[in-house]
């Protein structure tokens, strides 16, 4: 049952959305890995906070890079939930959330856009993701764009190895990359 105040609550938020006065909304998903913290603009999806990452320090960037003016939202993120439990229950290949890229920029920007591009239970490397940024020496360089992508998952780094076909690293944690690859490679079928 929803209080007074909850409504009033929702009421405010739907209100500053309506007056432009929330350039980024927030909420907290659930996962097999724990719970995500989801952040977006007017743009897209700006923000995925993995569970092993610190949910105050995320706020805090996107307050510091994207803007001061944020505010916990859960329904404004409620089609990012619903697309993430269904992928996470292996019926989604495919995210169809537009992505704001205002956290990344440049040659990292230019990787994430090829990792967006991955199709769902393939791999690439980091090689062919510096290769297709157009510097394919810069192979470090797409490492560090995996390791600090923004949108983890909709922007699906994990499915970037290493040359070797090693799994490199991940932000959630190896166990977190084995295992989301393992969900697409049953789910590929």
């Known amino acids: 049952m929803t209080t007074t105040t909850e409504r009033a609550i929702e009421r405010f938020r739907a209100a500053a959305a ?14 097999p890995f724990g719970t995500l913290l989801l952040a977006q603009t007017p743009r897209g999806l700006v923000r995925v906070g993995l569970p092993n990452q610190d ?21 404004q993120l409620d089609e990012a939930r619903r697309e993430l439990d269904r992928y996470f229950a292996g019926e989604l290949r495919e995210f169809d959330l537009p992505v704001d890229w205002a956290l990344s920029h440049g040659f990292r920007q230019q990787v994430l856009q090829g990792i967006a591009a991955i199709p769902y239970g393939e791999t690439r490397t980091y090689t062919e993701m ?29 499915r970037v190895l290493r040359l070797s076909g090693g799994l490199g690293g991940y932000a959630g944690g190896l166990a977190m990359k084995e295992s989301l690859l393992e969900l697409e490679a049953e789910h590929r079928g």
Do not use: I
């Open 130 to 158: 510096a290769a297709g940024a157009g510097n394919p020496r810069a192979v470090r360089a797409a490492g560090s764009a995996c390791g600090s992508n923004p949108t983890p998952l909709v922007v699906p780094c994990h």
């Open 18 to 31: 309506a007056e432009g006065l929330l350039d980024v909304a927030y909420a907290s998903a659930d996962s």
């Open 55 to 75: 949910r105050e320090e995320l706020l805090e960037e996107l307050a510091a890079k994207v803007s001061p003016r944020l505010l916990e939202a859960p329904s």
